[in-house]
C-alpha cells in the first residue's frame, strides 16, 4: 500500500513550481494536471495514458467531461465528503460546466494545486473551492487515513 504521507510529501515537493500550461515537470513547470501527474509518476512510474493538448478554455469549448472520465479511468472514485489528505478533488469553475481543475488534498484543510498565472500553491480550502467540488479520487493501493 502507498502512504498518503509519501503522496504528501511528493505534492509539497512541487510548491513553488511555476504555472506553465500542459507542463508537469518538478521546479520547472505545471499546470493542474501536470501536477497530478507529476505525482503520479512519482508513485507508479509511466504515467497510464498520455495527455492530449489541450487549450485553457478545453472543457468550455468543448463541453465533455474529459477530466473526469479520465479520473475514472485511471483513479478510485470515492464520496466528496469522506476525502482524506492526498486525494485528488476536482473542480467545476462554473456550475454547468465541465470539472477543469485538479487538486490534491493535503492537511489541515488545505489543497495543492498549480494556481493559474502563479505557481504549484498551498492555499486553504475555502467555501469558494468546496462550492465548486465536483469528484473525488484516491489514487489506487492507497492506505486509509491516517496512516
Known amino acids: 500500500m502507498i502512504s498518503r504521507h509519501v503522496i504528501l510529501a511528493e505534492a509539497r515537493e512541487w510548491i513553488g513550481t511555476p504555472y506553465r500550461h500542459q507542463a508537469s515537470a518538478k521546479g520547472a513547470g505545471c499546470d493542474c494536471l501536470g501536477l497530478i501527474r507529476g505525482v503520479w509518476r512519482a508513485l507508479y512510474g509511466a504515467e497510464p495514458e498520455l495527455a492530449p493538448a489541450y487549450t485553457p478554455d478545453w472543457a468550455e469549448a468543448q463541453g465533455a467531461e474529459t477530466l473526469l472520465e479520465a479520473a475514472r479511468r485511471h ?25 477543469k481543475h485538479a487538486a490534491i ?9 498549480a494556481y493559474w498565472g502563479r505557481a504549484v500553491v498551498r492555499s486553504r480550502y475555502a467555501p469558494w473551492w468546496r462550492a465548486r467540488s465536483a469528484a473525488a479520487f484516491s489514487f489506487p493501493g492507497v492506505s486509509p487515513w491516517p496512516n
Request: aromatic residues 2%.
Open 105 to 113: 488534498l493535503d492537511e489541515e484543510q488545505r489543497l495543492i494545486h
Open 75 to 99: 483513479l478510485v472514485e470515492v464520496e466528496r465528503d469522506a476525502a482524506a489528505p492526498g486525494d485528488v478533488l476536482l473542480f467545476r469553475m462554473e456550475a454547468n460546466s465541465p470539472a
